[in-house]
Nanobody, 124 residues
Framework: QVQLVESGGGLVQAGDSLRLSCACSGRTFSLYTMGWFRQAPGKERDFVAAITWNGGPTYADSVEGRFTISRDNAKNTVYLQMNSLKPEDTAVYYC??????????????????WGQGTQVTVSS
């Protein structure tokens, strides 16, 4: 059974940085695209960033140039470095793993395993 555990959220001011981590267990981590999504109160869960099994990143337009996704296959961990944070980045951030290996996607429906989420709050 796949288990994903996020950490690193918190309360920061606009312009600050945070680094989220997601530790994964239960499958061969290096075979799967990993993603970060976020959900603000009353809104749908939105794509933030993803990184393929071979390290190719992709980002939502709203975070391009400010956020960086990376992975360490030796540690079974994926990271999200968030710089120049804005109040509109406030949300619960979720780590997720693709259902199938060697597939890239930005769609919530294609990710089958999810962490519990970590709150990020950015004050103005």
């Amino acid at each position: 059974q796949v288990q994903l555990v996020e950490s690193g959220g918190g309360l920061v001011q606009a312009g600050d940085s945070l680094r989220l981590s997601c530790a994964c267990s239960g499958r061969t981590f290096s075979l799967y695209t990993m993603g970060w999504f976020r959900q603000a109160p009353g809104k749908e869960r939105d794509f933030v960033a993803a990184i393929t099994w071979n390290g190719g990143p992709t980002y939502a337009d709203s975070v391009e140039g400010r956020f960086t996704i990376s992975r360490d296959n030796a540690k079974n961990t994926v990271y999200l470095q968030m710089n120049s944070l804005k109040p509109e980045d406030t949300a619960v951030y979720y780590c997720a793993e693709m259902v199938r290996p060697y597939v890239a996607s930005r769609s919530v429906a294609d990710f089958g395993s999810w962490g519990q989420g970590t709150q990020v709050t950015v004050s103005s």
